[in-house]
């Protein structure tokens, strides 16, 4: 399984997908004086959650599934790219092998599915607090709901280890690889024991964004769900 794990990171030099529901999304930073190259993962996140406001790039995301013999299944890879803008607004967009669109205005999430012809829509509210989302995102004070460990090196990144406080989080834990301040890789493991591994890839800090570009246009003849 670690070789898997390793295999999978140092694999993806180039692109990298995320989750919101069962377990869900990520991103990233900007540039204030870059912290050492060598300091902790731990002083590398906050340093990222300080300094950045907008940020867009790539992901490439695997989820791992524990069979009843022990063994270990992996799904099929998904690509894709992400925009976020704190706090709470970002476009999660899935383009191998299917294509999904999970966008939120800051206010309402819309999950569009493009197979099945249909969108979504869920109110943001303080429960993402408890959502993986919310530890890049920035829409809470991040260490009020997770303890945050230093977890050593590994593949070139300082880790580090973010698990909930909160009993009924839909996640176990979270583990983020940094380098230079920006968060490269996340491991995150959700309640039922499956792991989802995330890679980030053209990482821009920063741009200057469209004041609608989070808007959300349903497109015409598609069904609408709210829940």
Do not use: C
């Not at 925009?83 to 476009?91: A, D, Q, R, T, V």
């Not at 999950?111 to 890049?136: C, E, F, H, M």
């Not at 945050?148 to 990144?157: A, Q, T």
């Not at 964004?209 to 246009?217: E, I, Y």
């Amino acid at each position: 399984m670690k070789k898997f794990i390793h295999a999978f990171f140092v694999r993806l030099k180039k692109p990298a997908t995320s989750l919101l529901g069962a377990v869900t999304i990520a991103l990233l930073s900007l540039f204030f004086l870059p912290i050492s190259a060598h300091a902790s993962a731990i002083a590398q996140f906050r340093a990222f959650l300080a300094q950045t406001k907008t940020a867009r790039g790539e992901f490439a995301q695997i989820q791992v599934h524990q069979e009843a013999d022990g063994r270990f299944r992996h799904g099929t890879p998904a690509e894709g790219v992400f925009l976020f803008s704190k706090p709470g607004k970002f476009i999660w967009n899935y383009q191998k092998p299917y294509e999904q669109v999970l966008q939120s205005d800051g206010t309402t999430l819309y999950i569009y599915d493009k197979d099945l012809n249909q969108v979504t829509t869920r109110k943001i509210d303080a429960a993402l607090g408890s959502n993986p989302a919310a530890i890049l995102f920035g829409t809470q004070d991040v260490e009020k709901h997770y303890t945050l460990l230093e977890n050593g090196m590994r593949d070139g990144l300082e880790w580090m280890e973010v698990v909930p406080k909160e009993t009924e989080s839909v996640f176990q834990r979270v583990n983020i690889g940094m380098k230079d301040n920006i968060p490269v890789a996340m491991e995150l493991r959700d309640a039922l024991g499956q792991l989802s591994l995330i890679r980030f890839t053209r990482f821009e800090r920063n741009p200057s964004l469209r004041a609608n570009a989070f808007r959300f246009t349903v497109p015409k003849g598609v069904d609408v769900f709210s829940h």
